[in-house]
Structures are given as structure tokens and as C-alpha cells.
């Protein structure tokens, strides 16, 4: 097989010649090519007439041909500087796709209740981002369940009993804890369940306190505050508005900052938890990461 750069050869092999060469300079071949002026192809690569004709020669010299035919008014492509650059535009399309591919993010979209966003995700967000600068996370903060078959997520974060769901992999969060929490201004102190119900209570969309009475078989509470989501109710109860009930996940850093205090716990048993789900069928490599990212952070 001969070693001649303008014999027909797969691009594979016209990579590997140029590694031998200033790459710079095919790049300033490529461009003059399809101009066939040097100045507009100085032009498109931001560099001066002079410059480009300087490569264009030193690369003519490296090969031993000449390229082009200077002409009174442009350039004209020899046989072999038109075979050349056929072979090197293709070579250089290949290195700008794979330097692209290397580079650029990757956009992951994560669905996830407003409440759990706010409460908990966000604070998190800063760690992932400094570990994967490359994935590029979009939040998609809803109430409404997404379907991750149909392609518009790539994971989402749901609470409730385990899911079952078929070619959908699921990872736990969290098991699901209730508390009832209050500023320390508000309430001093830890109290009953019965005591607590007399207080002023906030109440949000999922009715918590409402499904604990009755299934305690007590009287139905009377809410004297009610918002929307459950990261409004641990907003009011911060700011001594009340006593709200809410999974221990969402209050879990109001606690520990000490803005709120846990002044009841429901300590039954369920099987209801906070989930990650993703469709491994259609799941990234950085999908994958993410979701296990987002499972170790319950401890955190």
C-alpha cells in the first residue's frame, strides 16, 4: 500500500497522517479551499492574509505538492490539493463531532413536585452541578405525573407506595416520616397528639392532617391556615404561623438549621416512601449516575 497522502485511503489513515501535521494549517487549507482566496479564508478564521498564506505554503512544502494554483484573481485547486481536500474535510468534520460529543453537556430533565424541589432538591443542586459539570440539569417542577416512556423526562422523583411499574426501574429515596413541626417561638417543646390538634394548625393540598385523625379515629381538625403545598405550610410554620404536618424529608434542613422543631412524630410503619424512577431503556450513562446521586442524598 503506497504512503502517498493523495492516494485514495479511509479517513482512519488521514487521521493518523495528521497527527504529523500543524493541524492549524489544514484548517487554513480547508478554508481556502472552499473560498479559493486566502483572504476570505483569512477572514472566517479570524487571522491575516499573510498568515494563512504562510501555512498554505509550509504545508506544501511538508507534502512535497503544490495544493493551488495561484491565479490573478484567487485560487484554483490542483488534482491533488481537490483529492487532498476531500479526505481532510471529512477528517476534520470527524474531530469537530467528537470534540462536540466530548464537550458538550448533557441535559437531563427531572420531574419533581414543587414541595421536594424547594425543600430539598434545590439546596442539594450546587453539589451535583460542581461534580458533573458536564450534565446540564433542567427541573421540571409539577404536581402532574410525567410519563418517562414518552421522552419528555429522564427521571423523576414521586412519593407514595412502591412503585410497580413495567421497564421502569425504581430506586428509593426515603422512606416516608411525618412530623409535626413549629418555630421554637411558637411551641416550647415536644407535645401529645391530642394536645397539639388544639393549636393553630396549617394545613396543605395533601390534607395530612385530616388522613391522620382518621386513621387515629379522631375528631377531624380544624385548620386555621390553608395553602397549597407543603412548602408553604413549612414556610408559615417558620415564621410562627402555625404547626404543620409534613414528610420529615421536606423539614429535615429547617430542622437542622434550627427554624423549626419537631414537636410530634408519626412513628407507624408504611410503605410509602419518596422514589426515583427512570426508564433504563432510554436512560443515559449520566442518567443513571444522576439518579444514584440523588438516592445517596437522603442521608444528607
Not at 428509593?172 to 393549636?199: C, E, M, N
Request: charged residues 20%; contains cysteine; proline residues 5%.
Amino acid at each position: 500500500m503506497t504512503n502517498d497522502p493523495f492516494s485514495p485511503h479511509p479517513v482512519e489513515k488521514l487521521l493518523a497522517v495528521m497527527k504529523n501535521l500543524n493541524l492549524n494549517a489544514l484548517r487554513m487549507f480547508d478554508a481556502s479551499a472552499r473560498h479559493l482566496n486566502f483572504r476570505r479564508a483569512a477572514d472566517e478564521l479570524h487571522l491575516t492574509q499573510g498568515a494563512v498564506a504562510q501555512q498554505i505554503r509550509a504545508l506544501e512544502a511538508r507534502l512535497g505538492r503544490a495544493l493551488f494554483r495561484r491565479l490573478p484573481r484567487g485560487l484554483d485547486l490542483t488534482d491533488a490539493g481537490r483529492q487532498y481536500h476531500t479526505e481532510v474535510s471529512r477528517a476534520l468534520q470527524i474531530v469537530m463531532e467528537a470534540t462536540e460529543k466530548l464537550t458538550e453537556a448533557t441535559a437531563i430533565t427531572l420531574s419533581v413536585t414543587p414541595s421536594l424541589a424547594s425543600k430539598w432538591l434545590m439546596p442539594r443542586l450546587p453539589h451535583l452541578i460542581e461534580i458533573m459539570p458536564k450534565v446540564d440539569i433542567k427541573i421540571h417542577a409539577s404536581e402532574q405525573k410525567a410519563d418517562l416512556m414518552r421522552g419528555d423526562v429522564d427521571l423523576v422523583i414521586r412519593q407514595g407506595p412502591h412503585p410497580q411499574i413495567k421497564d421502569i426501574s425504581v430506586m428509593k429515596l426515603s422512606d416516608i416520616s411525618y412530623v409535626a413541626v413549629a418555630s421554637p417561638r411558637f411551641v416550647d417543646g415536644a407535645l401529645t397528639l391530642s394536645d397539639l390538634l388544639q393549636h393553630h394548625l396549617i394545613q396543605d393540598s395533601h390534607s395530612h392532617w385530616e388522613r391522620l385523625c382518621a386513621d387515629l379515629n379522631l375528631p377531624s381538625p380544624k385548620a386555621t391556615l390553608n395553602v397549597n403545598q407543603t412548602a408553604l405550610a413549612i414556610d408559615a410554620a417558620i415564621n410562627g404561623q402555625g404547626i404543620a404536618l409534613a414528610p420529615k424529608l421536606l423539614a429535615k434542613d429547617a430542622i437542622a438549621a434550627g427554624n423549626l422543631q419537631v414537636i410530634w412524630q408519626d412513628t407507624r410503619q408504611t410503605n410509602h416512601g419518596f422514589f426515583v424512577l427512570y426508564a433504563p431503556e432510554r436512560a443515559s450513562e449520566k442518567t443513571i449516575e444522576v439518579a444514584n446521586w440523588l438516592a445517596a442524598q437522603s442521608a444528607i
